[in-house]
């Protein structure tokens, strides 16, 4: 599944071109993916701007009657957007494109690509991401000023019981972070991602707080992270694959002290830690 840096990617990679274009029509393909909850708009919607909140992809727009909406995108697990020039026939597994024309003039077609449809775009009037109610309950975004050391301290202790993987995986708590990150993160601050909330010590989530930023710019530095399914908005992959020091790559020896890599079912999830670097 795309996790924060993914989706900031991708909402990167397609804002350049998709600026200030004009949707002309929206064209679905397999029923369920697409649901206009809008209650009608007039064709053709100009492109706003493009945001994200956690692992959703948001797109403002503005209808030919001047109505404000807004389009939102997650891709679970196997979803992309692929913004083509239009020529070519939409690759298979394509549900849902979005014709449009660009601020140049030039035809393009946004494409919403899912083996597994999984996925799901929604249609709002207005500009207010919480309408949705996935959205509205979404934690702090984890590079904004609202998530600090105290605020992570905070949610911490507000789960004694789960694990701190677990903490940092609840979207309540934290926006974007999925099973990649809050590996990378937790090896960072040299915690073991099996020990309970109640052990975590003040400091150890002040560490925790700058390792989680610092592995989430990483990751957009780099792109994202591409083993199997993502691509960014223009077919892309990333490179942090590369870097990564402990997801995917059980029983490799660590890149800190040589010990091989663990791997154990923490949260419902694999997880891979280093079981001299991280207590």
């Given at each position: 599944?795309?996790?924060?840096?993914?989706?900031?990617?991708?909402?990167?990679?397609?804002?350049?071109?998709?600026?200030?274009?004009?949707?002309?029509?929206?064209?679905?393909?397999?029923?369920?993916?697409?649901?206009?909850?809008?209650?009608?708009?007039?064709?053709?919607?100009?492109?706003?701007?493009?945001?994200?909140?956690?692992?959703?992809?948001?797109?403002?727009?503005?209808?030919?009657?001047?109505?404000?909406?807004?389009?939102?995108?997650?891709?679970?697990?196997?979803?992309?957007c692929l913004l083509t020039d239009g020529g070519a026939e939409p690759a298979a597994h394509?549900?849902?494109?979005?014709?449009?024309?660009?601020?140049?003039?030039?035809?393009?077609?946004?494409?919403?690509?899912?083996?597994?449809?999984?996925?799901?775009?929604?249609?709002?009037?207005?500009?207010?991401?919480?309408?949705?109610?996935?959205?509205?309950?979404?934690?702090?975004?984890?590079?904004?000023?609202?998530?600090?050391?105290?605020?992570?301290?905070?949610?911490?202790?507000?789960?004694?019981?789960?694990?701190?993987?677990?903490?940092?995986?609840?979207?309540?708590?934290?926006?974007?972070?999925?099973?990649?990150?809050?590996?990378?993160?937790?090896?960072?601050?040299?915690?073991?991602?099996?020990?309970?909330?109640?052990?975590?010590?003040?400091?150890?989530?002040?560490?925790?707080?700058?390792?989680?930023?610092?592995?989430?710019?990483?990751?957009?530095?780099?792109?994202?992270?591409?083993?199997?399914?993502y691509v960014d908005g223009l077919g892309r992959q990333g490179?942090?694959?590369?870097?990564?020091?402990?997801?995917?790559?059980?029983?490799?020896?660590?890149?800190?002290?040589?010990?091989?890599?663990?791997?154990?079912?923490?949260?419902?999830?694999?997880?891979?830690?280093?079981?001299?670097?991280?207590?």
């Amino acid at each position: 599944m795309p996790e924060l840096p993914e989706v900031e990617t991708i909402r990167q990679s397609l804002s350049e071109r998709l600026g200030s274009a004009r949707i002309t029509r929206i064209e679905q393909r397999f029923p369920g993916v697409f649901s206009d909850l809008s209650g009608g708009y007039a064709l053709p919607l100009t492109v706003e701007g493009l945001r994200r909140r956690g692992k959703y992809l948001l797109i403002d727009l503005c209808d030919d009657r001047g109505s404000p909406l807004i389009l939102i995108l997650h891709f679970r697990m196997t979803g992309k957007c692929l913004l083509t020039d239009g020529g070519a026939e939409p690759a298979a597994h394509t549900h849902v494109s979005l014709f449009a024309e660009d601020r140049d003039g030039a035809q393009c077609r946004l494409d919403y690509n899912d083996v597994r449809r999984f996925g799901r775009i929604w249609l709002f009037s207005g500009r207010d991401e919480t309408v949705h109610p996935t959205i509205r309950a979404l934690g702090p975004e984890p590079l904004s000023d609202q998530f600090t050391a105290d605020s992570l301290w905070q949610s911490i202790r507000r789960h004694p019981q789960p694990s701190v993987k677990a903490i940092l995986l609840n979207q309540a708590e934290i926006a974007g972070i999925g099973n990649i990150y809050a590996d990378e993160a937790l090896f960072l601050a040299g915690i073991r991602p099996s020990r309970r909330g109640r052990s975590i010590r003040k400091y150890e989530a002040v560490r925790l707080h700058q390792a989680i930023r610092d592995v989430l710019l990483l990751g957009i530095g780099h792109r994202g992270t591409s083993f199997r399914d993502y691509v960014d908005g223009l077919g892309r992959q990333g490179s942090f694959q590369q870097v990564l020091n402990v997801y995917g790559r059980s029983g490799a020896p660590c890149r800190v002290c040589g010990t091989p890599l663990q791997t154990a079912t923490v949260a419902g999830r694999t997880t891979r830690s280093c079981p001299v670097c991280q207590k």
